[in-house]
């Protein structure tokens, strides 16, 4: 996937150095690190001794647009200069070692293990944050995955900081279940911009007759293929996807990234002429989400998985059990004992998976339970416009980053994949396994008081999001334990 807008990680490395040890350590194992990594990686060429040198390299990493720094001990480093680098430099920043192995353990070890617990120290001392790697003492080659495996984070941090989350109207009676206080998005750094249903209504009629219609409908076509649209019903989504654009790129003010959270029932699909499911799929699919049901926490997860995986995601319902039919017939046969019946569930929604994630089988559709809701089960008009069909088998991480009743901010990951195997039902729906679920969605997903929606990467991305998490001090971070790991609140008479 290429986005506009998630960021470009522009990575620089600066290296350090005691100045009671060779500078020619941390300059040549510097050099060797930039040999090793195979991404773009700018290579400073100040070593930090001192305040002074600090500032050097500072300025020569912001004159070359670096916006995430590694910052490498070569030997024992600086203290204060190597942490206040973290301070100055506006962007995230990891801290690794060297490992010795260069041959002279006399006049050529660097004693950087040690000074690794040192810049820890300081780091917690001054408050400030770094991002610290499980094993953070390598050689070049050790040092050079760990850079990769730091990229996916930096571009999740860089793109919350720069995040505007707007939002069109409240949330649906009695589906208040995704509602949470907006404080944990301060505390990220995410803004966010609230508004009226009727001001997104206006904003859709303005553009009524756009010279740009006809170009987004032939993209729509072509994205579907022929027999699985509705050919009248273009021009309405058409005007809709050029209505959330256009208010994105107006509403950004100093902000670079966006998501939306719309209210997308009851009022809408009359209102409109159509549901917006397929044109939020589309948004999705080109790095802008759009979350369901003003569900303003399920739009901020759903873009750091976009940071996080470099590709689409969607949000779906932790919606209802596998069969026992469907699993004895169709997953047992396939999958053997792989899984489980409660390491099963069916993840759904009306239709906002993007169309690049989904089985042959998808096409514009209705939704169902909103025909039978506004148009009293009758022939659909404008409860039409949901993309359906099976998700397609792949990894799979469900995750969700939530703010509760009392404002404090918690986290799940839990990775799994899509099954091949059919639903048999309606919607942008697949079968999801995940190992040990039942017990994940009871002393997780329940008793921690989190909401049916979560967010969907097509990857497994769990080590990504959880270093994310760590590195914005979320203390609460769930995962699906294994059968040898109870929960605290799980019954051990079970």
Not at 163 to 169: D, E, S
Not at 256 to 266: G, I, L, N, Q, R
Request: charged share 25%; net charge negative; aromatic share 10%.
């Amino acid at each position: 996937m290429t986005s506009t807008n998630i960021p470009t990680v522009k990575l620089g490395i600066i290296a350090v150095s005691r100045d009671c040890f060779p500078i020619s350590l941390s300059t040549q194992r510097r050099e060797n690190i930039v040999k090793a990594y195979k991404g773009e990686l700018y290579d400073c060429p100040t070593t930090v001794e001192n305040d002074q040198d600090m500032l050097k390299a500072l300025d020569e990493v912001k004159a070359q647009g670096c916006n995430a720094l590694v910052v490498f001990l070569g030997n024992f480093g600086p203290e204060t200069p190597e942490t206040v680098i973290a301070q100055k430099f506006d962007g995230p920043v990891m801290f690794v070692a060297a490992a010795e192995g260069d041959g002279d353990m006399i006049n050529g070890r660097g004693d950087a293990f040690c000074g690794m617990l040192n810049c820890s120290y300081n780091l917690g001392m001054r408050h400030l944050k770094g991002y610290i790697p499980s094993y953070p003492v390598g050689t070049a080659d050790d040092i050079a995955k760990m850079i990769a495996d730091f990229v996916p984070v930096a571009r999740t941090i860089i793109g919350l900081k720069g995040l505007k989350i707007i939002t069109f109207g409240p949330r649906p009676q009695d589906f208040f279940a995704c509602n949470a206080p907006i404080k944990g998005l301060y505390e990220l750094g995410v803004e966010i911009e609230e508004n009226s249903e009727l001001d997104l209504l206006v904003a859709y009629r303005a553009h009524k007759d756009d010279k740009r219609i006809p170009e987004v409908c032939a993209d729509m076509q072509k994205e579907m293929g022929e027999g699985r649209y509705y050919k009248e019903l273009l021009p309405r989504m058409a005007q809709f996807e050029l209505t959330l654009l256009d208010w994105a790129e107006e509403h950004k003010g100093a902000r670079k990234y966006v998501a939306f959270a719309d209210k997308c029932w009851p009022a809408f699909p009359k209102e409109f002429g159509f549901e917006p499911c397929y044109v939020n799929s589309r948004l999705v699919s080109r790095g802008i989400p759009v979350a369901c049901e003003v569900d303003i926490y399920g739009a901020l997860s759903e873009y750091i998985g976009l940071c996080a995986s470099g590709d689409t995601v969607t949000l779906l319902d932790i919606n209802n059990s596998t069969p026992r039919y469907i699993y004895d017939e169709d997953i047992v046969k396939k999958y053997g004992d792989k899984y489980q019946l409660t390491d099963t569930f069916m993840g759904f929604h009306c239709g906002n998976t993007p169309s690049c994630k989904m089985c042959a089988n998808r096409a514009i559709k209705f939704q169902l339970i909103q025909n039978r809701l506004l148009e009293s089960g009758g022939k659909p008009d404008f409860t039409r416009g949901t993309l359906e069909g099976d998700i397609a088998a792949s990894q799979i991480t469900f995750y969700r980053l939530q703010c509760d009743s009392e404002g404090q901010l918690r986290s799940y990951i839990a990775q799994g994949e899509v099954l091949d195997v059919p639903t048999r039902s309606f919607g942008g729906i697949g079968i999801f396994a995940i190992p040990e679920m039942g017990r994940f969605y009871r002393h997780v997903l329940i008793e921690k008081h989190y909401p049916h929606h979560g967010a969907v990467a097509f990857a497994h991305i769990g080590k990504t999001l959880y270093e994310v998490f760590r590195y914005l001090c979320i203390k609460d971070v769930q995962y699906n334990h294994p059968k040898s790991l109870p929960y605290p609140t799980e019954n051990p008479f079970e």
